[in-house]
């Protein structure tokens, strides 16, 4: 009875698979970021691919190895995108797996002459998640992909791959997904953005000079047009005002002389609108906590703090006035104006111009509060409540 009973189970046994399928982690080539690069006299799309193996993190028992860990990168062309990747494909060994790319690269040429038809290919491709980082640069992206972190590091440790604001260094641009991106992209008013990468081959040296990766400014996008390259410090300071969890350190100066070095936490914007008007009109008020980090000269702190607002006024004004010459939306004002105001966007939407004008930002009203003076001591008089 017993031997009819185990029958039909060793008969099962026999047509079970289990996991045999499955590859070991050492038997796949990780492609962890792409680069993508176009010649416009061919017509024809370069691709690299940044791959890690982990055969010698799967067998590594023990510390950190200390030799070098190779960075491989791979080069195909082709007339479309997936006809050069497809040509890495019959190239490659152990066989390629998109699962853990974290990161695209885009050239300037891409930027400039493809952009769209690249980012819509990247957003419907089913291999690559909707949170990877996309970012642009003017450099070589062989070059870029061959650069490794410091102290020997794997190129994962550079600022490629780093993922939020936890990992951030001071003063340092936020890394922006595809996701992010492509919400404000699409978005018919606002400010749509991308950091740049460049190489810094003299900051750093052991024997030799080191190149390290950095995060240089931003690609401005507008109306789905790339408009022009944002410098780092204006990038920094419209992250600063735009973004969560950002800090900035800033010059005080009067007539060129260095008075003192602050640290601004995250501030507070508020847009107030006009109501009834065609096209946004609005006034800004910033408000933001700050800790003096270097005392250079005795200035009185009522003082200090009126050279602090000042400042910051002036450069929300000029960096405003500059993105109307280049219609740029550089506070992000246009997002939620059209959503208040449906009726009157459409309206403007017939006009096909540029939302904006030197006369639609009416005033802007800055308020720091320095709250922490690590043991400089101020003259508080006329301060009100300091």
Known sequence: MKRHFMLPIFVCCLFLTGCAGLKNIQDLTYIVAIGMDFDEEKDEYTVYLQA??????????????????????????????NLAVSE?????????????????????RIV??????????????????PTLRVLTTEEDISEVFSIKALFNYPAVYTVLFKKNSIELSQDEIKPMTLMKFLRVYY??????????????KKTWQA????????L????????????????????VFINWMLEDRVTLDQK????????????????????NYEEGT?????????????????????????????????????????????????????????????RQQPKKYAELKQTKEFYLDKDSLSNVKVDVKIFHFNSYKYDQRGNGGY
């Open 88 to 108: 890495l494909y019959k190239k490659s060994e152990p066989p390629l797996f998109f699962g853990h790319v974290s990161t695209v690269l885009l050239s300037k």
């Open 187 to 200: 978005e018919p008013m606002g400010l749509a953005r991308l950091p740049t990468v460049r190489i810094d």
């Open 207 to 214: 024997d030799k000079n080191n190149p390290v990766l950095y």
């Open 216 to 235: 240089d400014g931003y690609s401005i996008f507008h109306n789905q047009q790339f408009v022009k390259d944002l410098s780092l410090n204006d990038s």
């Open 252 to 271: 005080v100066k009067k007539d060129q002389e260095l008075l003192a070095v602050i640290k601004l936490a995250t501030p507070e914007m508020k847009v």
């Open 278 to 338: 065609d096209s946004p009109k609005f006034s800004i008020e910033v408000s933001a906590n700050a800790d003096v980090l270097e005392k250079i000269k005795d200035v009185p702190l009522q003082d200090l703090k009126q050279i602090i607002d000042s400042d910051l006024k002036k450069r929300i004004t000029s960096l405003y006035q500059e993105g109307v010459d280049n219609k740029i939306d550089i506070l992000n004002v246009g997002e939620k104006w059209y």
């Open 52 to 81: 890690l193996n982990f055969a010698n993190v799967a067998k590594q028992e023990g510390p950190r190895p200390t030799e070098p860990i190779p960075i491989f990168i791979a080069t195909a062309k082709g007339e479309t995108l």
């Open 112 to 129: 400039t002459h493809r952009f769209r038809e690249v980012i819509e290919d990247i957003g419907r491709n089913r291999s690559l998640r």
